[in-house]
């Protein structure tokens, strides 16, 4: 397993917001967290990559304790996409993609050829390269969007967090920048709110409720009528698509 996560608890004050969450993830799968506004899956993200310390629990990565690696060492391996993060800088798209490479320079060392080769590949992975030196302040939402998934490729993770990546995208590139994440070499946990894009694209989905695992399986398995009514309060149609995997169609009324 690449991602090991157990009895996760975490809150403040009284209020317990991830609570004795477990999951593993296996090497080069892509699992989805799906759940409703304030359910715990941006926090429960922060967690799984060490960007929060839990208050008991353990999360391993790659075999290591998270907690007992240090910070450089853990962003050679572990990326993450955060959630309508804001990068407030004068720089250029190239060198907002070039902090990517951060963790694998030394402070004396020049950019050499294998961080240049890497950061156009990421750029041409979201297809922003015809971008590169525009300056950040001047891209549209989507245009961002797509530079900071470029920023987490760039660090060359074996393991990818990645909170509602497909917010301010159009349609086109949210199935894109999935497809991209599904087809790396990469183990990803993706915060989700589209459950039609979560079944296409996740190899198995997580539901989190209340801060609670309330389901876990595939995506076949777990997107049931009932579940969509008990957890996210709508009613809706479960067909089975082409390909297999559910397809949702949600009711007016
Ligand atoms: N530092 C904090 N202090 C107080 N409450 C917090 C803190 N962080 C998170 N919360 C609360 O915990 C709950 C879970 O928040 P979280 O951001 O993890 O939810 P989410 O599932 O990502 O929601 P969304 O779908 O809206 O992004 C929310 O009710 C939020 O207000
Ligand atoms: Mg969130």
């Known amino acids: ?26 090497k080069g799968e892509t699992l989805g967290l799906i759940g409703p506004n304030g359910s715990g899956k941006s926090s429960l993200l922060r967690l799984l990559a060490g960007l929060k310390q839990p208050q008991s629990g353990q999360v391993e990565i790659l075999g290591q304790d998270i907690a007992r690696v240090p910070r450089r060492a853990l962003a050679r391996q572990v990326a993450f996409v955060q959630q309508d993060t804001t990068t407030d800088t004068n720089l250029s798209v190239r060198d907002v993609v070039r902090l990517g490479r951060t963790p694998h320079r030394s402070a004396l060392s020049g950019w050499t050829e294998t961080d240049r080769a890497v950061v156009l590949a990421a750029l041409e992975r979201v297809n922003m390269n015809g971008h590169i030196a525009q300056g950040w302040q001047t891209l549209s939402g989507g245009e961002r969007q797509r530079v900071h998934i470029a920023r987490a490729l760039a660090q060359t993770p074996q393991v990818m967090f990645l909170d509602e990546p497909t917010n301010h995208l159009d349609i086109h590139h949210q199935i894109e920048i999935l497809r991209v994440i599904r087809d790396l070499e990469l183990t990803s946990v993706i915060a989700l709110h589209d459950l ?22 595939t995506p076949e398995a777990v997107l049931t ?29």
């Open 1 to 26: 397993m690449t991602i090991v996560a157990k009895d996760l608890v975490w809150g403040v004050r009284q209020k317990t917001i991830v609570d004795s969450v477990s999951l593993t993830v296996a």
């Open 196 to 217: 039609n894009l979560a079944a296409m694209f996740c190899d198995r989905i997580v539901v989190l409720d209340g801060g609670t695992v309330r389901a876990c399986g």
């Open 225 to 253: 009528q009932q579940l969509l009514r008990d957890v996210f309060k709508v009613e809706a149609d479960v067909e089975c698509s082409l390909t297999g995997s559910p397809h949702i169609r949600f009711r007016a009324q």
